[in-house]
């Protein structure tokens, strides 16, 4: 449902933050059973991991990875190669996520705490519930090699939309949401980045401004600048 402004669409949901301030921390699975959306992901980390050779560890950062599924099927896909994979979530799930830490998986709750420079970036369905999505993707591409982007509504709007979005998490719960300008997006993409792939997301499929459509996944590649720090 589209509102006038993010403060409106804030308004009227409880959040990310309400939903996790309760329950008891939750293990990482390895699930027996993997979506479509998820093995997207894991064929598009693969194409950006294929490019990162000569590293001994390949730092991931995990933007709204929540328990860190993604950081024990990528290790079992990839048994050559060794991670430290970071998580970047809400206060309240990093918080609650702490007793399943080890030397390579973490949770953080700020990039203050995250590695100067990754190698890699995943954000599966979370840059659109982000205030500040624009800014934010250009940081995260000033500070990786790569992004994996999935799950993000990319629409033929001519500017981004502030939104309730519907989801069901056991029961029904509504958060602040971005559909995205298609075009809007992808020039901030490409002022720092080269967009090497592209597909929809056929699991998340929207109605919104009298168009139903797919969300997206892209993988790019972060164009180095002279005050990269790695
Ligand atoms: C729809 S889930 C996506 C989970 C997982 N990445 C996936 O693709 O299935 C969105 C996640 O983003 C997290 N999130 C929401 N706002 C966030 C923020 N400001 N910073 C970090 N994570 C956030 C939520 O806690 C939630 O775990």
Redesign the pocket.
Known sequence: MGVDDWESAVARTPG?GA??SSGPPTRPEMPLWMSA?TQQ?MAAFGSALDRCQGRDVIRVL?????RGD?AGLIALSYPKRRFKWTV???PE?ARRQKPFESDDLVWV?SMDAVDPHVDIVL????IQ??EDPHQRLTELLARSDWLVL??VPLWPIPDDAPAVHR?RVGGPVLYPCWMFAEHRFLATLRMTGEVVLRWHVPQDVAFFAGVRRPYQGLLVRARPTDDHAR
């Open positions: 990310y939903l996790d959306r992901v995990d933007v709204g990875g929540a993604y970047l979530e809400t799930t709750d954000a599966s369905a979370v519930f982000l999935n799950r989801a």
